[in-house]
């Protein structure tokens, strides 16, 4: 059961709150209630099937209660919102009133299918391993377990750790025997020069991972768990720019190699 009261507005209802989420509800609340089941609004959501961030509209839910009639009583209500780019592109949000505890109960896309939709342009930086754990840990929150989707990121984290220090190793003055000795936030400065820059600026991430498995509640890691995925994603975002820079970098080489080849030769 969430501890808190408040009712998350639609959006975060719908693509944020993990299934079965529990909010008690009070009669002073049935208003927010009404509107949720009856409010036309509009969503920001990856639309699975065009494979880009959408606006979705919401489509009009009418019930037969008026605004001063409706009382929390037992319901299940779903929430449709079409795709402003292409309308035959759907979304469905079931929600259950069940003893004034409301809940989601089921959407289609799942929220799977939508966080690994999301995820795929990491797939170039990522082993197929590590993807697939990204993918866990965002599906793991999404039905509501927050310390075993902190697992998987530390274990990303790790790795993007493991392999900056492959790539450093290589130097001659390398010296691995310390870097094992080291804390991680320690390991994370010695290699600063082979790291994204946000990872080196934001190694405290690592502790906040760690904690989470030791020291968090589930509901803590599930709260957290936005923030540190942010965090995660915005390391990964580095590393496909750089990536995308070096193709590009390469391909350019390339042409004017070509290029001055073809002016000497006439």
Not at 24 to 46: G, H, P, S, W
Not at 148 to 156: C, D, H, M, Q, T
């Amino acid at each position: 059961m969430n501890e808190s009261n408040s009712l998350p507005d639609i959006q975060d209802f719908c693509v944020a709150v993990p299934l079965y989420t529990e909010f008690k509800m009070e009669q002073e609340q049935r208003t927010a209630v009404y509107n949720l089941i009856t409010k036309t609004a509009n969503i920001d959501c990856f639309c699975v099937d065009c494979q880009q961030p959408s606006i979705f509209l919401g489509l009009e839910n009418k019930i037969t209660e008026k605004d001063f009639e409706f009382r929390l009583q037992d319901r299940i209500f779903t929430r449709q919102f079409l795709c402003s780019r292409r309308h035959h592109h759907m979304a469905y949000f079931h929600f259950r009133l069940k003893d004034s505890v409301l809940s989601k109960i089921g959407q289609s896309p799942s929220m799977a299918d939508i966080s690994e939709a999301e995820l795929r342009p990491y797939r170039t930086v990522l082993t197929t391993d590590d993807f697939r754990e990204l993918a866990r840990a965002v599906g793991l929150a999404s039905h509501g377990i927050g310390i075993g989707s902190f697992v998987y990121l530390r274990r990303i984290f790790e790795r993007l750790i493991d392999e900056a220090r492959e790539i450093a190793a290589k130097g001659k003055d390398w010296d691995d025997d310390r870097f094992q000795k080291s804390r991680m936030e320690d390991k994370i400065n010695l290699l600063k020069d082979f790291l994204p820059l946000f990872l080196v600026e934001q190694r405290k991430l690592y502790s906040i991972l760690s904690k989470g498995l030791h020291a968090l509640a589930e509901a803590e890691c599930l709260e957290s768990f936005p923030v540190v995925r942010a965090g995660i994603e915005l390391i990964l975002d580095q590393k496909v720019a750089a990536k995308q820079q070096q193709e590009k970098m390469q391909a350019a080489k390339k042409q004017i190699a070509a290029l001055q080849k073809r002016i000497t030769e006439k």
